[in-house]
């Protein structure tokens, strides 16, 4: 059976009252979802948290979800970005303004540095950036935003959100030449 | 190289079956759970106040409209009564003899009492329009014994009654049979079969009976009843009596955060009180039926509260402006939506940290103004002479205004770091200020003289909408009013 007609069965389930249906989709896609919490929060008791809290909002927004204008995977990560970034507009301070015009969209790392990288590695170094720089990172490389979209989200300019990437891609490059992410330990 | 393609992937479509380390921990979904079913649980208490309230107010019309049906008459009522009521019709006969006071020496048939038609006819001229006077009354029937000084009435529309009267004047009869022979003469002017004529006929006799305002009839008819030993009907012991209160008192303001703004606070130690206020209260009372008051009440109040929770700032040297300071534009929450606020925060010169991560524990005071308008019903459960006790229920708007805000406390975790500026810039926003409610209370009322009386009351008082409302952020009032009053009735 495709993995989209087992989701649509278990949130059938769900809506039918079935709470094992809902614990099965949770954890088919707990793992995924606490990735994404954890790219957008700093510490892995707040990426725990949002994700509670997003699998709430999933529960009660269960009877909403549409399958013919996508899967599930898709429309609950929207709702697991949407909460982190609901959170992290509330409690952190606004996002540093630089305008800066000229930038480099990938992160050019040398071979050596990358030899070892893996999805571990990488989140820590990710985890490491200030609250500005890795949720546009997030959004615009991993989540697939535009500017304009970040930019509307986070109530910023384009230009904000083109040089908090910009800087994040800096600095993503000095950590990954200084090998940083080894030393960065917190979702061991 | 890693391109943002790679990156994508990397996160996107890698399996993470083997990444042990992205298992979530057990009380992640526990903690779901529990909120899911708290929902439900939640649900479960709000139907139960709906039946309830929807039994009570069933009780009380029932009670209400057993009391009126069962109520001595009111003044339209009393002249049916005295239609279908034979004691009340027999009574008012008695009046009029009475008032003659007549003594009858003589047997003598005196006919049908003029004035007991008249009565009969101010009743149904009233009451039925006209309908009943197409039956004539049989005079005939009607006789005075003066051997035992009785005096036989009966009329064809009521059970035949009968009555001792003590007839003292002659003259009295005399005119009562005028007045008899007035009516019979009025009466032989009209036709069996035009009612109209009939009515226009009884009708020429009602402005004699109408002279007379209900409560003297019933006032005469007692003193008659009293005269003859006979107990009196009860009259209504209700007055509708209004009153002026005016109280002051104290209340508790429970702010009632939904899961998601409690969830979304959390993890930043979010604390608040409830909100403490005193109130001053006016309140015209007006009774409507036994046992039964309608109560609108304008009420002043003023409420404080204290918020509190941590905010995570990085300190950069680099931003510094002077004097080693950053300035932070902080969101803060409090129990009604956010604040905005400007934190300055000082490095000392032991710190030498380029960026040193802070955490600021901010505490705001609250404070507001709100005026309230209720609209209640007031049902007497317990009543003694000097004593009472109600039930409240009602319905009211309250309106908040003059919302203050003071951020009164910044602590920082490094004692390296201090605040040297701390204000307010923003007040909360998505504010619905004027929110309508439901209340339930007891009213306790103690009468010190006859027009004079203090009280106490507890009310409990709950929004129908949210104070605060932003996506899936709300917040609910409910709160707790307990206040002393000076009642005044006149």
Same mark, same amino acid.
């Given at each position: 059976m495709p993995k989209n007609s087992i989701d649509i069965k278990l949130i059938q389930e769900t809506l039918s009252g079935s709470t094992a249906a809902f614990e099965n989709l949770y954890r088919r896609y707990s793992k995924h979802h606490l990735l994404i919490c954890i790219r957008y929060m700093k510490s892995r008791f707040d990426a725990e948290d949002m994700l509670q809290e997003a699998y709430i909002k999933i529960y009660k927004d269960l009877k909403k979800f549409d399958s013919s204008k996508g899967t599930f995977n898709t429309w609950s990560s929207r709702i697991i970005i949407n909460t982190c970034?609901?959170?992290?507009?509330?409690?952190?301070?606004?996002?540093?303004?630089?305008?800066?015009?000229?930038?480099?969209?990938?992160?050019?790392?040398?071979?050596?540095?990358?030899?070892?990288?893996?999805?571990?590695?990488?989140?820590?170094?990710?985890?490491?950036?200030?609250?500005?720089?890795?949720?546009?990172?997030?959004?615009?490389?991993?989540?697939?935003?535009?500017?304009?979209?970040?930019?509307?989200?986070?109530?910023?300019?384009?230009?904000?959100?083109?040089?908090?990437?910009?800087?994040?891609?800096?600095?993503?490059?000095?950590?990954?030449?200084?090998?940083?992410?080894?030393?960065?330990?917190?979702?061991? | 190289m890693l391109d943002n393609k790679n990156i994508k992937d990397l996160f996107n479509n890698a399996s993470l079956e083997d990444q042990d380390w992205l298992e979530p921990s057990d009380s992640v979904f526990s903690g779901i759970e529990e909120a899911i079913y708290k929902n439900e649980e939640e649900k479960k208490p709000l139907l139960f106040w709906l039946v309830g309230v929807g039994l009570l107010l069933c009780c009380l019309c029932i009670s209400t409209w057993a009391l009126n049906k069962n109520k001595p008459p009111s003044e339209s009522l009393k002249i049916e009564n005295q239609k279908s009521h034979p004691n009340i019709e027999l009574n008012t006969s008695n009046e009029i003899t009475s008032n003659a006071k007549s003594d009858v020496s003589d047997h003598k048939e005196v006919g049908n009492d003029p004035n007991n038609l008249n009565d009969r006819s101010v009743v149904e001229s009233q009451n039925n329009d006209l309908k009943n006077a197409s039956s004539p009354p049989i005079i005939s029937n009607n006789k005075l014994n003066t051997q035992s000084n009785q005096l036989k009435i009966s009329t064809p529309t009521t059970n035949k009654l009968s009555t001792t009267l003590d007839i003292t004047s002659t003259e009295k009869i005399s005119s009562l049979k005028k007045s008899k022979n007035t009516v019979i003469e009025k009466k032989s002017a009209t036709t069996p079969n035009n009612n109209s004529n009939k009515s226009n006929g009884l009708k020429s006799t009602l402005p004699t009976r109408l002279s007379n305002t209900p409560k003297e009839?019933?006032?005469?008819?007692?003193?008659?009843?009293?005269?003859?030993?006979?107990?009196?009907?009860?009259?209504?012991?209700?007055?509708?009596?209004?009153?002026?209160?005016?109280?002051?008192?104290?209340?508790?303001?429970?702010?009632?955060?939904?899961?998601?703004?409690?969830?979304?606070?959390?993890?930043?130690?979010?604390?608040?009180?409830?909100?403490?206020?005193?109130?001053?209260?006016?309140?015209?009372? /007006?009774?409507?039926?036994?046992?039964?008051?309608?109560?609108?009440?304008?009420?002043?109040?003023?409420?404080?509260?204290?918020?509190?929770?941590?905010?995570?700032?990085?300190y950069d040297t680099n931003s510094e402006l002077i004097d080693q300071e950053n300035e932070f534009d902080l969101t803060m929450a409090s129990p009604m939506g956010f604040l905005e606020s400007q934190v300055v925060v000082q490095r000392s010169i032991d710190s030498?940290?380029?960026?040193?991560?802070?955490?600021?524990?901010l505490h705001n005071e609250h404070e507001n103004y709100n005026v309230d308008f209720n609209i209640a019903m007031l049902r007497q459960i317990i009543s003694t002479k000097s004593f009472s006790t109600s039930l409240h229920l009602g319905v009211g708007i309250n309106h908040l205004f003059g919302i203050n805000n003071k951020?009164?406390?910044?602590?920082?975790?490094?004692?390296?770091?201090?605040?040297?500026?701390?204000?307010?810039?923003?007040?909360?926003?998505?504010?619905?200020?004027?929110?309508?409610?439901?209340?339930?209370?007891?009213?306790?009322? /103690?009468?010190?003289?006859?027009?004079?009386?203090?009280?106490?009351?507890?009310?409990?008082?709950?929004?129908f909408t949210s104070v605060y409302s932003d996506q899936d952020f709300s917040t609910m009032i409910s709160r707790y009013m307990v206040h002393a009053s000076l009642k005044y009735a006149f």
């Open positions: 970034l609901q959170q992290l507009r509330k409690f952190r301070s606004k996002f540093d303004i630089v305008d800066i015009l000229e930038m480099n969209t990938d992160i050019s790392v040398s071979p050596d540095a990358m030899e070892n990288m893996n999805l571990k590695d990488l989140t820590k170094v990710i985890s490491t950036l200030s609250d500005g720089y890795r949720t546009v990172f997030n959004m615009y490389v991993i989540d697939g935003y535009s500017h304009k979209e970040i930019a509307d989200t986070l109530d910023i300019s384009v230009s904000t959100s083109k040089s908090q990437l910009m800087r994040a891609k800096q600095n993503l490059k000095k950590k990954f030449s200084n090998n940083e992410y080894a030393s960065v330990g917190i979702y061991a | 009839l019933i006032y005469k008819r007692n003193t008659i009843i009293n005269n003859q030993k006979i107990d009196p009907i009860v009259e209504s012991t209700f007055e509708s009596i209004a009153s002026l209160k005016v109280g002051v008192g104290t209340s508790i303001w429970n702010f009632h955060l939904n899961d998601n703004y409690t969830s979304a606070l959390n993890p930043a130690d979010f604390s608040h009180s409830n909100g403490i206020g005193v109130n001053l209260n006016i309140a015209y009372e /007006k009774t409507i039926a036994p046992s039964i008051a309608i109560i609108s009440t304008v009420t002043l109040e003023k409420i404080k509260y204290q918020s509190g929770h941590n905010s995570a700032v990085t030498t940290d380029p960026q040193s991560d802070l955490i600021l524990d951020l009164s406390e910044v602590n920082i975790n490094n004692a390296n770091y201090s605040t040297t500026l701390k204000s307010i810039t923003g007040n909360q926003n998505n504010i619905n200020p004027t929110r309508p409610y439901y209340n339930i209370g007891l009213n306790a009322q /103690k009468r010190i003289t006859s027009n004079i009386g203090v009280g106490l009351n507890a009310l409990y008082m709950r929004d």
